[in-house]
Protein backbone atom coordinates (compact mmCIF):
# COMPACT_ATOMS: atom_id res chain seq x y z
CA UNK A 1 0.00 0.00 0.00
CA UNK A 2 1.15 3.34 -1.31
CA UNK A 3 1.12 6.24 2.25
CA UNK A 4 1.13 9.53 1.42
CA UNK A 5 2.29 10.50 4.74
CA UNK A 6 0.98 10.63 7.90
CA UNK A 7 -2.23 12.38 9.09
CA UNK A 8 -1.93 12.52 12.53
CA UNK A 9 0.30 10.78 15.00
CA UNK A 10 0.71 10.69 18.52
CA UNK A 11 3.52 10.57 20.68
CA UNK A 12 3.17 8.29 24.51
CA UNK A 13 0.18 10.15 24.86
CA UNK A 14 -1.15 10.43 28.48
CA UNK A 15 -4.42 11.55 29.98
CA UNK A 16 -4.84 11.41 33.61
CA UNK A 17 -8.23 12.76 35.20
CA UNK A 18 -8.32 13.63 38.97
CA UNK A 19 -11.77 13.83 40.03
CA UNK A 20 -12.56 11.92 43.05
CA UNK A 21 -10.11 9.19 42.01
CA UNK A 22 -7.23 9.67 39.99
CA UNK A 23 -8.50 7.59 36.74
CA UNK A 24 -5.31 7.18 34.06
CA UNK A 25 -7.43 7.27 30.39
CA UNK A 26 -4.48 7.25 27.84
CA UNK A 27 -1.31 5.27 29.19
CA UNK A 28 1.26 6.68 26.70
CA UNK A 29 -0.61 6.26 23.49
CA UNK A 30 1.16 6.02 19.88
CA UNK A 31 -1.04 5.88 17.01
CA UNK A 32 -0.20 6.95 13.58
CA UNK A 33 -2.53 7.77 10.72
CA UNK A 34 -2.14 7.70 7.55
CA UNK A 35 -3.16 10.73 5.28
CA UNK A 36 -5.88 9.12 2.68
CA UNK A 37 -6.76 6.51 4.79
CA UNK A 38 -10.20 5.98 7.42
CA UNK A 39 -8.72 4.85 10.80
CA UNK A 40 -10.82 3.10 13.34
CA UNK A 41 -10.36 3.44 16.76
CA UNK A 42 -11.98 0.30 17.85
CA UNK A 43 -12.06 -0.55 22.08
CA UNK A 44 -15.55 -0.99 24.62
CA UNK A 45 -16.81 1.78 26.89
CA UNK A 46 -14.15 3.93 28.99
CA UNK A 47 -11.23 2.58 26.74
CA UNK A 48 -10.40 5.97 25.60
CA UNK A 49 -11.45 6.90 22.32
CA UNK A 50 -13.05 10.10 23.10
CA UNK A 51 -10.06 11.40 24.95
CA UNK A 52 -7.99 10.52 22.53
CA UNK A 53 -10.07 11.99 19.49
CA UNK A 54 -10.86 14.77 21.95
CA UNK A 55 -6.95 15.31 22.19
CA UNK A 56 -6.43 15.00 19.00
CA UNK A 57 -8.82 17.78 17.73
CA UNK A 58 -7.31 20.65 20.34
CA UNK A 59 -9.94 20.46 22.77
CA UNK A 60 -8.53 18.65 25.17
CA UNK A 61 -4.88 18.98 26.90
CA UNK A 62 -2.98 16.10 27.08
CA UNK A 63 -0.89 15.29 30.48
CA UNK A 64 2.00 14.09 28.86
CA UNK A 65 3.15 13.42 25.40
CA UNK A 66 1.99 15.27 22.06
CA UNK A 67 0.58 14.66 19.17
CA UNK A 68 0.85 16.06 15.47
CA UNK A 69 -2.25 16.32 13.08
CA UNK A 70 -0.30 17.14 9.01
CA UNK A 71 2.78 17.87 11.15
CA UNK A 72 1.24 20.87 13.74
CA UNK A 73 1.53 19.98 17.03
CA UNK A 74 -1.96 20.04 19.00
CA UNK A 75 0.16 21.64 22.08
CA UNK A 76 2.35 24.10 20.42
CA UNK A 77 -0.24 25.33 17.04
CA UNK A 78 -3.55 24.39 18.25
CA UNK A 79 -4.60 27.49 15.96
CA UNK A 80 -3.01 25.65 12.95
CA UNK A 81 -4.64 22.01 13.50
CA UNK A 82 -7.89 23.44 13.66
CA UNK A 83 -7.54 25.25 10.16
CA UNK A 84 -7.31 21.61 8.93
CA UNK A 85 -9.45 19.84 11.23
CA UNK A 86 -13.05 19.55 11.90
CA UNK A 87 -15.16 17.43 14.61
CA UNK A 88 -18.48 15.59 15.09
CA UNK A 89 -18.78 14.68 19.03
CA UNK A 90 -20.00 11.55 20.27
CA UNK A 91 -24.01 11.41 21.02
CA UNK A 92 -24.64 14.67 19.64
CA UNK A 93 -28.20 15.86 19.32
CA UNK A 94 -29.37 18.81 16.25
CA UNK A 95 -29.95 21.68 17.28
CA UNK A 96 -33.94 21.26 16.42
CA UNK A 97 -34.43 24.65 15.28
CA UNK A 98 -32.11 24.18 12.14
CA UNK A 99 -32.44 23.26 9.09
CA UNK A 100 -29.82 20.69 7.50
CA UNK A 101 -29.01 23.23 4.89
CA UNK A 102 -28.44 25.66 7.25
CA UNK A 103 -26.34 23.12 9.34
CA UNK A 104 -24.00 22.79 6.07
CA UNK A 105 -24.09 26.83 5.56
CA UNK A 106 -23.07 28.35 8.78
CA UNK A 107 -20.16 25.74 9.67
CA UNK A 108 -18.71 26.94 6.62
CA UNK A 109 -19.69 29.94 7.06
CA UNK A 110 -17.60 29.72 10.82
CA UNK A 111 -14.45 28.24 8.43
CA UNK A 112 -13.48 31.20 6.98
CA UNK A 113 -16.03 30.85 3.01
CA UNK A 114 -17.87 33.22 1.53
CA UNK A 115 -21.56 33.09 1.26
CA UNK A 116 -21.34 31.65 -2.13
CA UNK A 117 -18.54 29.26 -1.22
CA UNK A 118 -20.82 27.94 2.13
CA UNK A 119 -23.62 27.74 -0.29
CA UNK A 120 -21.28 25.45 -2.35
CA UNK A 121 -19.95 23.35 0.35
CA UNK A 122 -23.53 23.02 1.76
CA UNK A 123 -25.06 21.74 -1.00
CA UNK A 124 -22.12 19.19 -1.95
CA UNK A 125 -21.93 17.77 1.74
CA UNK A 126 -26.16 17.45 1.78
CA UNK A 127 -25.59 15.98 -1.73
CA UNK A 128 -22.88 13.88 -0.14
CA UNK A 129 -24.93 12.50 3.05
CA UNK A 130 -27.91 12.22 0.69
CA UNK A 131 -30.62 14.96 2.13
CA UNK A 132 -30.15 17.57 -0.26
CA UNK A 133 -34.16 16.92 -0.91
CA UNK A 134 -34.73 17.41 2.95
CA UNK A 135 -32.35 19.98 3.15
CA UNK A 136 -35.15 22.86 4.46
CA UNK A 137 -36.56 20.49 6.81
CA UNK A 138 -36.15 21.53 10.35
CA UNK A 139 -33.97 18.98 12.12
CA UNK A 140 -36.43 17.76 15.27
CA UNK A 141 -38.93 16.92 11.98
CA UNK A 142 -36.37 14.31 10.49
CA UNK A 143 -35.59 10.98 11.70
CA UNK A 144 -32.24 9.98 14.31
CA UNK A 145 -30.54 9.38 11.16
CA UNK A 146 -31.27 12.06 8.75
CA UNK A 147 -30.24 13.93 11.92
CA UNK A 148 -27.00 12.06 11.90
CA UNK A 149 -26.44 12.72 8.60
CA UNK A 150 -27.34 16.92 8.84
CA UNK A 151 -24.61 16.83 11.47
CA UNK A 152 -22.05 15.39 9.58
CA UNK A 153 -23.00 17.49 6.63
CA UNK A 154 -22.06 20.31 8.78
CA UNK A 155 -18.37 18.41 9.26
CA UNK A 156 -18.63 17.64 5.37
CA UNK A 157 -18.76 21.66 4.15
CA UNK A 158 -15.80 22.38 6.53
CA UNK A 159 -14.48 20.80 3.39
CA UNK A 160 -11.07 20.00 6.16
CA UNK A 161 -8.28 17.23 5.31
CA UNK A 162 -9.01 15.47 8.40
CA UNK A 163 -12.40 14.63 10.00
CA UNK A 164 -12.87 12.84 13.14
CA UNK A 165 -16.01 11.37 14.15
CA UNK A 166 -16.59 10.00 17.76
CA UNK A 167 -18.77 7.07 17.23
CA UNK A 168 -21.07 8.92 14.64
CA UNK A 169 -23.59 5.87 13.92
CA UNK A 170 -24.11 4.70 17.94
CA UNK A 171 -28.32 4.52 17.84
CA UNK A 172 -28.46 4.39 14.32
CA UNK A 173 -30.18 1.73 12.48
CA UNK A 174 -28.90 -0.66 9.93
CA UNK A 175 -29.99 1.33 7.08
CA UNK A 176 -29.15 4.64 8.28
CA UNK A 177 -25.47 2.93 9.46
CA UNK A 178 -25.09 2.05 5.65
CA UNK A 179 -25.55 5.49 4.78
CA UNK A 180 -23.03 6.83 7.05
CA UNK A 181 -20.49 3.83 5.77
CA UNK A 182 -21.21 4.67 2.42
CA UNK A 183 -20.79 8.78 2.91
CA UNK A 184 -17.41 7.99 4.67
CA UNK A 185 -15.92 5.94 2.04
CA UNK A 186 -16.68 8.27 -0.16
CA UNK A 187 -14.96 10.80 1.36
CA UNK A 188 -11.64 8.56 1.73
CA UNK A 189 -12.05 7.98 -2.11
CA UNK A 190 -12.32 12.23 -2.26
CA UNK A 191 -9.15 11.98 -0.92
CA UNK A 192 -10.05 12.95 2.87
CA UNK A 193 -8.40 11.57 5.89
CA UNK A 194 -11.00 10.18 9.07
CA UNK A 195 -10.47 9.24 12.21
CA UNK A 196 -13.62 7.35 13.56
CA UNK A 197 -13.76 5.87 16.75
CA UNK A 198 -16.76 2.89 17.90
CA UNK A 199 -17.61 0.02 19.82
CA UNK A 200 -19.25 -1.56 17.02
CA UNK A 201 -16.92 -4.21 15.29
CA UNK A 202 -18.95 -4.80 12.02
CA UNK A 203 -18.74 -0.88 11.54
CA UNK A 204 -14.75 -0.99 12.16
CA UNK A 205 -14.77 -4.00 10.01
CA UNK A 206 -16.61 -2.31 7.07
CA UNK A 207 -15.19 0.92 6.63
CA UNK A 208 -11.55 0.68 8.06
CA UNK A 209 -8.55 0.95 6.19
CA UNK A 210 -6.57 0.46 9.10
CA UNK A 211 -7.79 0.03 12.78
CA UNK A 212 -6.29 0.34 16.45
CA UNK A 213 -7.72 -1.79 19.03
CA UNK A 214 -7.79 0.38 22.54
CA UNK A 215 -8.29 -0.88 25.68
CA UNK A 216 -8.47 0.74 29.59
CA UNK A 217 -5.80 3.64 27.91
CA UNK A 218 -3.52 1.50 26.15
CA UNK A 219 -2.99 0.45 22.77
CA UNK A 220 -2.82 -3.46 22.35
CA UNK A 221 -3.32 -3.68 18.08
CA UNK A 222 -2.86 -1.90 15.62
CA UNK A 223 -3.09 -2.92 11.74
CA UNK A 224 -5.27 -4.08 8.62
CA UNK A 225 -7.89 -6.20 9.63
CA UNK A 226 -6.13 -9.15 8.01
CA UNK A 227 -3.08 -8.29 10.50
CA UNK A 228 -5.07 -7.60 13.50
CA UNK A 229 -6.90 -10.94 12.62
CA UNK A 230 -3.28 -12.68 12.74
CA UNK A 231 -2.45 -11.65 15.61
CA UNK A 232 -4.67 -15.00 17.40
CA UNK A 233 -3.43 -18.12 16.26
CA UNK A 234 -7.79 -19.52 15.71
CA UNK A 235 -8.86 -19.29 12.58
CA UNK A 236 -12.38 -20.49 12.81
CA UNK A 237 -14.88 -20.55 14.92
CA UNK A 238 -17.47 -22.90 15.45
CA UNK A 239 -20.57 -22.23 17.11
CA UNK A 240 -22.09 -25.42 18.67
CA UNK A 241 -25.84 -25.03 20.18
CA UNK A 242 -26.89 -27.34 22.81
CA UNK A 243 -25.17 -30.03 24.84
CA UNK A 244 -21.49 -31.41 23.04
CA UNK A 245 -19.19 -33.20 25.40
CA UNK A 246 -15.29 -32.30 26.19
CA UNK A 247 -15.22 -29.17 23.81
CA UNK A 248 -12.43 -28.28 25.27
CA UNK A 249 -10.52 -30.94 23.35
CA UNK A 250 -11.24 -28.89 20.34
CA UNK A 251 -9.97 -25.51 20.68
CA UNK A 252 -10.71 -22.92 23.46
CA UNK A 253 -14.27 -22.33 24.53
CA UNK A 254 -16.27 -19.21 25.21
CA UNK A 255 -19.80 -20.47 26.91
CA UNK A 256 -22.61 -18.34 26.17
CA UNK A 257 -25.97 -19.40 27.91
CA UNK A 258 -27.01 -22.61 26.09
CA UNK A 259 -24.20 -21.97 23.26
CA UNK A 260 -20.91 -22.10 22.83
CA UNK A 261 -18.17 -20.64 20.38
CA UNK A 262 -15.53 -23.09 19.83
CA UNK A 263 -12.24 -21.30 18.57
CA UNK A 264 -10.18 -23.84 16.48
CA UNK A 265 -6.81 -23.00 14.39
CA UNK A 266 -7.40 -25.00 11.17
CA UNK A 267 -9.93 -25.44 8.87
CA UNK A 268 -9.34 -29.38 9.40
CA UNK A 269 -9.88 -29.06 13.46
CA UNK A 270 -13.04 -26.62 12.30
CA UNK A 271 -14.51 -29.77 9.58
CA UNK A 272 -13.44 -32.54 12.10
CA UNK A 273 -15.72 -30.75 15.28
CA UNK A 274 -18.51 -30.00 12.59
CA UNK A 275 -18.62 -33.85 11.39
CA UNK A 276 -18.53 -35.15 15.43
CA UNK A 277 -21.54 -32.93 16.30
CA UNK A 278 -23.32 -34.05 13.14
CA UNK A 279 -22.93 -37.64 14.24
CA UNK A 280 -24.18 -36.46 17.96
CA UNK A 281 -27.18 -34.82 15.80
CA UNK A 282 -25.59 -31.45 17.57
CA UNK A 283 -26.89 -28.19 15.47
CA UNK A 284 -23.24 -26.34 15.02
CA UNK A 285 -21.94 -23.95 12.23
CA UNK A 286 -18.28 -22.88 10.83
CA UNK A 287 -16.96 -19.99 9.78
CA UNK A 288 -14.07 -17.29 10.16
CA UNK A 289 -12.76 -15.90 13.31
CA UNK A 290 -14.67 -12.33 13.00
CA UNK A 291 -13.42 -9.35 14.20
CA UNK A 292 -15.23 -9.45 17.25
CA UNK A 293 -13.68 -13.21 18.57
CA UNK A 294 -10.10 -11.55 17.86
CA UNK A 295 -11.14 -8.10 19.99
CA UNK A 296 -12.54 -10.22 22.81
CA UNK A 297 -10.09 -12.29 22.88
CA UNK A 298 -6.92 -9.65 23.21
CA UNK A 299 -9.01 -7.71 25.32
CA UNK A 300 -9.19 -10.28 27.36
CA UNK A 301 -12.63 -11.17 27.86
CA UNK A 302 -13.10 -14.86 26.73
CA UNK A 303 -14.27 -17.31 29.25
CA UNK A 304 -13.11 -20.92 28.45
CA UNK A 305 -15.45 -23.08 30.22
CA UNK A 306 -16.42 -26.77 29.18
CA UNK A 307 -20.38 -27.23 29.16
CA UNK A 308 -21.89 -28.59 32.35
CA UNK B 1 -6.18 35.83 14.23
CA UNK B 2 -7.18 39.09 12.59
CA UNK B 3 -10.02 41.46 14.12
CA UNK B 4 -12.11 41.53 10.84
CA UNK B 5 -12.46 37.41 11.65
CA UNK B 6 -13.40 37.61 15.41
CA UNK B 7 -16.04 39.92 14.55
CA UNK B 8 -16.94 38.26 11.60
CA UNK B 9 -17.00 34.64 13.33
CA UNK B 10 -19.25 37.08 16.58
CA UNK B 11 -22.20 37.76 14.13
CA UNK B 12 -22.14 34.37 12.54
CA UNK B 13 -22.38 33.02 16.14
CA UNK B 14 -25.35 35.48 16.82
CA UNK B 15 -27.05 34.81 13.98
CA UNK B 16 -26.85 31.14 14.19
CA UNK B 17 -28.08 31.59 17.78
CA UNK B 18 -30.83 34.10 17.14
CA UNK B 19 -32.36 33.75 13.66
CA UNK B 20 -33.70 30.04 13.57
CA UNK B 21 -35.81 31.69 16.46
CA UNK B 22 -36.85 35.03 15.00
CA UNK B 23 -37.52 33.11 11.48
CA UNK B 24 -39.36 29.68 13.55
CA UNK B 25 -40.14 30.79 16.99
CA UNK B 26 -41.82 34.05 16.61
CA UNK B 27 -43.53 33.84 20.06
CA UNK B 28 -40.25 33.84 21.51
CA UNK B 29 -39.98 37.49 21.10
CA UNK B 30 -43.64 38.05 22.59
CA UNK B 31 -42.67 36.32 25.57
CA UNK B 32 -39.95 38.73 26.31
CA UNK B 33 -41.87 41.68 25.68
CA UNK B 34 -44.34 39.57 27.67
CA UNK B 35 -42.20 39.21 30.62
CA UNK B 36 -41.23 42.94 30.80
CA UNK B 37 -44.31 44.28 29.92
CA UNK B 38 -46.61 42.07 33.23
CA UNK B 39 -45.49 44.90 35.86
CA UNK B 40 -46.57 47.41 33.63
CA UNK B 41 -50.26 46.03 33.54
CA UNK B 42 -50.35 46.31 37.41
CA UNK B 43 -48.84 49.64 37.83
CA UNK B 44 -51.71 50.46 35.46
CA UNK B 45 -53.73 49.22 37.60
CA UNK B 46 -52.67 49.96 41.27
CA UNK B 47 -50.71 53.68 40.14
CA UNK B 48 -53.83 54.28 37.64
CA UNK B 49 -50.71 55.15 35.39
CA UNK B 50 -48.64 57.42 37.33
CA UNK B 51 -46.06 55.04 37.35
CA UNK B 52 -45.96 53.88 33.72
CA UNK B 53 -43.00 55.95 32.86
CA UNK B 54 -40.80 54.31 35.75
CA UNK B 55 -42.12 51.26 34.28
CA UNK B 56 -41.35 51.00 30.41
CA UNK B 57 -37.59 52.20 31.37
CA UNK B 58 -38.08 48.97 33.81
CA UNK B 59 -39.28 47.19 30.77
CA UNK B 60 -36.70 48.22 27.96
CA UNK B 61 -33.77 47.32 31.14
CA UNK B 62 -35.58 43.99 31.69
CA UNK B 63 -35.83 43.01 27.90
CA UNK B 64 -31.99 43.21 27.54
CA UNK B 65 -31.22 41.79 31.22
CA UNK B 66 -33.78 38.99 31.76
CA UNK B 67 -32.51 36.95 28.65
CA UNK B 68 -29.01 38.82 29.25
CA UNK B 69 -28.61 36.30 31.95
CA UNK B 70 -29.40 33.10 30.59
CA UNK B 71 -26.52 33.60 28.11
CA UNK B 72 -24.69 31.59 30.31
CA UNK B 73 -27.50 28.77 30.35
CA UNK B 74 -27.87 28.62 26.33
CA UNK B 75 -23.64 28.54 26.72
CA UNK B 76 -23.98 25.30 28.93
CA UNK B 77 -27.07 24.04 26.71
CA UNK B 78 -24.80 24.28 23.49
CA UNK B 79 -21.93 22.62 25.11
CA UNK B 80 -23.95 19.65 26.77
CA UNK B 81 -26.15 18.96 24.45
CA UNK B 82 -26.11 20.40 20.80
CA UNK B 83 -22.55 20.24 21.50
CA UNK B 84 -21.91 23.19 19.26
CA UNK B 85 -19.74 24.52 21.54
CA UNK B 86 -17.10 21.24 21.09
CA UNK B 87 -17.02 21.35 17.58
CA UNK B 88 -16.66 24.96 17.31
CA UNK B 89 -13.59 24.59 19.61
CA UNK B 90 -12.22 22.26 16.95
CA UNK B 91 -12.35 25.10 14.50
CA UNK B 92 -10.45 28.10 13.68
CA UNK B 93 -12.76 30.07 15.98
CA UNK B 94 -11.61 32.62 18.47
CA UNK B 95 -13.28 32.10 21.39
CA UNK B 96 -14.08 35.75 22.06
CA UNK B 97 -16.15 35.30 18.54
CA UNK B 98 -18.24 32.66 20.41
CA UNK B 99 -18.65 34.68 23.90
CA UNK B 100 -19.87 37.80 22.52
CA UNK B 101 -21.64 35.87 19.62
CA UNK B 102 -23.62 33.72 22.44
CA UNK B 103 -24.10 36.91 24.20
CA UNK B 104 -25.13 39.19 21.23
CA UNK B 105 -28.09 36.47 20.44
CA UNK B 106 -30.26 37.90 22.89
CA UNK B 107 -29.68 41.20 22.28
CA UNK B 108 -30.81 40.54 18.54
CA UNK B 109 -33.95 38.79 19.96
CA UNK B 110 -34.87 41.64 22.73
CA UNK B 111 -34.54 44.52 19.53
CA UNK B 112 -38.54 44.13 18.73
CA UNK B 113 -39.62 44.18 22.37
CA UNK B 114 -36.83 47.58 22.89
CA UNK B 115 -38.25 49.48 19.93
CA UNK B 116 -41.90 48.64 21.03
CA UNK B 117 -41.28 49.92 24.58
CA UNK B 118 -38.87 52.91 23.24
CA UNK B 119 -41.77 54.08 20.98
CA UNK B 120 -44.23 54.09 23.92
CA UNK B 121 -41.66 56.49 25.65
CA UNK B 122 -41.21 58.54 22.94
CA UNK B 123 -45.06 58.52 22.60
CA UNK B 124 -44.35 60.21 26.26
CA UNK B 125 -42.15 62.56 25.12
CA UNK B 126 -39.23 62.59 27.52
CA UNK B 127 -36.73 60.46 24.38
CA UNK B 128 -34.62 63.28 22.74
CA UNK B 129 -32.07 62.49 20.51
CA UNK B 130 -29.44 62.39 23.75
CA UNK B 131 -31.18 60.90 26.15
CA UNK B 132 -31.88 58.00 23.24
CA UNK B 133 -28.13 57.89 22.98
CA UNK B 134 -27.18 57.32 26.68
CA UNK B 135 -30.37 54.74 27.08
CA UNK B 136 -28.45 52.80 24.07
CA UNK B 137 -25.30 53.03 25.98
CA UNK B 138 -26.47 51.92 29.63
CA UNK B 139 -28.43 49.71 28.16
CA UNK B 140 -26.13 47.81 25.99
CA UNK B 141 -23.50 47.69 29.49
CA UNK B 142 -26.75 46.29 31.09
CA UNK B 143 -26.79 43.59 28.58
CA UNK B 144 -23.11 43.62 28.76
CA UNK B 145 -23.18 42.68 32.80
CA UNK B 146 -25.86 40.67 33.07
CA UNK B 147 -24.56 38.64 30.24
CA UNK B 148 -21.46 38.42 32.04
CA UNK B 149 -23.27 37.28 35.41
CA UNK B 150 -24.72 34.55 33.04
CA UNK B 151 -21.28 33.21 31.95
CA UNK B 152 -19.89 33.37 35.41
CA UNK B 153 -22.56 31.34 36.75
CA UNK B 154 -22.20 28.98 33.60
CA UNK B 155 -18.39 28.76 34.17
CA UNK B 156 -18.22 28.14 37.69
CA UNK B 157 -21.18 25.51 38.17
CA UNK B 158 -20.40 23.94 34.83
CA UNK B 159 -21.31 20.46 36.51
CA UNK B 160 -24.26 21.22 38.30
CA UNK B 161 -27.81 20.17 36.10
CA UNK B 162 -29.45 22.19 33.52
CA UNK B 163 -32.47 21.85 36.16
CA UNK B 164 -30.85 23.79 38.76
CA UNK B 165 -29.07 26.39 36.46
CA UNK B 166 -32.15 27.09 34.71
CA UNK B 167 -34.23 28.00 38.15
CA UNK B 168 -30.85 29.94 39.09
CA UNK B 169 -30.51 32.06 36.24
CA UNK B 170 -34.52 32.34 36.18
CA UNK B 171 -34.36 33.77 40.33
CA UNK B 172 -31.06 36.01 39.22
CA UNK B 173 -33.05 37.61 36.64
CA UNK B 174 -36.02 37.96 39.02
CA UNK B 175 -34.03 38.97 41.94
CA UNK B 176 -31.80 41.46 39.61
CA UNK B 177 -35.10 42.96 37.45
CA UNK B 178 -38.48 42.95 39.38
CA UNK B 179 -37.23 43.24 43.08
CA UNK B 180 -34.51 46.08 43.11
CA UNK B 181 -35.62 49.99 41.66
CA UNK B 182 -35.78 48.89 38.45
CA UNK B 183 -39.67 49.42 37.57
CA UNK B 184 -39.93 51.90 40.44
CA UNK B 185 -37.45 54.98 41.45
CA UNK B 186 -34.93 54.29 43.52
CA UNK B 187 -36.25 57.29 45.49
CA UNK B 188 -39.05 55.01 47.06
CA UNK B 189 -36.29 53.29 48.75
CA UNK B 190 -35.72 56.57 50.99
CA UNK B 191 -32.23 56.31 52.71
CA UNK B 192 -31.29 52.62 51.18
CA UNK B 193 -31.29 54.40 47.62
CA UNK B 194 -27.85 54.30 47.36
CA UNK B 195 -28.17 50.31 47.11
CA UNK B 196 -29.26 50.98 43.41
CA UNK B 197 -26.24 51.97 42.36
CA UNK B 198 -24.91 48.74 43.34
CA UNK B 199 -27.00 46.70 41.27
CA UNK B 200 -26.02 46.67 37.45
CA UNK B 201 -30.18 47.12 36.30
CA UNK B 202 -31.14 49.60 38.99
CA UNK B 203 -27.73 51.52 38.63
CA UNK B 204 -29.01 51.29 34.95
CA UNK B 205 -32.08 52.50 35.50
CA UNK B 206 -31.17 55.36 37.64
CA UNK B 207 -29.02 56.39 34.89
CA UNK B 208 -31.67 56.49 31.88
CA UNK B 209 -34.13 58.04 34.64
CA UNK B 210 -31.44 60.95 35.74
CA UNK B 211 -31.30 61.85 31.69
CA UNK B 212 -34.39 61.81 31.26
CA UNK B 213 -34.64 64.43 34.01
CA UNK B 214 -36.83 62.04 35.93
CA UNK B 215 -34.53 61.68 38.79
CA UNK B 216 -32.17 64.34 40.07
CA UNK B 217 -28.58 63.02 39.92
CA UNK B 218 -25.57 65.46 39.76
CA UNK B 219 -23.21 65.35 37.47
CA UNK B 220 -20.47 63.64 39.96
CA UNK B 221 -23.09 61.34 40.81
CA UNK B 222 -23.88 59.91 37.51
CA UNK B 223 -20.53 59.96 36.47
CA UNK B 224 -19.07 58.08 39.18
CA UNK B 225 -22.49 55.78 38.76
CA UNK B 226 -21.36 55.06 35.49
CA UNK B 227 -17.87 54.17 37.29
CA UNK B 228 -19.61 51.59 39.60
CA UNK B 229 -21.63 50.11 36.08
CA UNK B 230 -18.44 49.71 34.10
CA UNK B 231 -15.90 48.26 37.17
CA UNK B 232 -18.91 45.65 38.26
CA UNK B 233 -19.40 44.90 34.31
CA UNK B 234 -15.47 43.85 34.14
CA UNK B 235 -15.23 42.05 37.81
CA UNK B 236 -17.90 40.04 36.60
CA UNK B 237 -15.62 39.20 33.02
CA UNK B 238 -12.82 39.31 34.85
CA UNK B 239 -13.96 36.55 37.32
CA UNK B 240 -15.64 34.71 34.48
CA UNK B 241 -11.97 34.66 32.58
CA UNK B 242 -10.14 33.84 35.00
CA UNK B 243 -12.34 30.18 35.32
CA UNK B 244 -12.98 29.72 31.89
CA UNK B 245 -11.20 27.15 30.14
CA UNK B 246 -12.17 26.88 25.94
CA UNK B 247 -9.92 24.03 25.96
CA UNK B 248 -10.23 21.68 28.87
CA UNK B 249 -7.61 20.40 30.90
Given at each position: ?IT???????F??????H??????ALK??N?S??K????????PN???K???L??IS?Q?M???????????S?????E????H?T????DV??????T??????YF????????S????A???????VD????K?????T??GG?R???????????????L??D???SG?D???????????R???E????????TH?M??????????A??????V???G?????????????????????E??????????????N???V?TQD??????K????????A??S?VT?ED???K????IN????? | ???????????I????K?Y???????LM?????????????F????????????G????MI??????????G???ISW??????RE??V????H?A??????????L????????F??????SW????LS????????????WA??????FMI??????????V?????N????G?I?I?P??????????????????????????IR?Y??????????????W?????T????V?????K??????
Open positions: MLGEAVKSELVKVYSKEKVEGVIVDGELFTLLGGAGTTFRITLPSGGDAEVLGHVLKEPEVRKIVVPQATYNNFPWEYGYARLRGMSVEAKQSEKALKALWELNRMCQLSERRAIIASALSSNADVMLEPTLAVARRGVWSTLDMVEGKTILLTMEEAEMVSDRLIINKGDIATRLDEIKALIQEKYRVVVEGKFRLSDYGEVAKLGDRIVYKEALELLNTLKMNVREAPLVFVLVGGNHEPH | MNLTKILKDMMIAWISPDFRRNPLLLIAMIGAIPLFMLLFSGGGMLIHLIGASSVAFIGVMAIQDDRYVKIMIAMPVPSYALGIALAPLLSIPSMIFGALLAGVLTTTVWMAIALIVAAMSAIGSTYLLKTSMMLNNLSLLGILFPVYYPETMLGSLSWISALIPTSNVAGLAMGLLPLSAETILTRLILIVTVLFVLTSVAKWRET
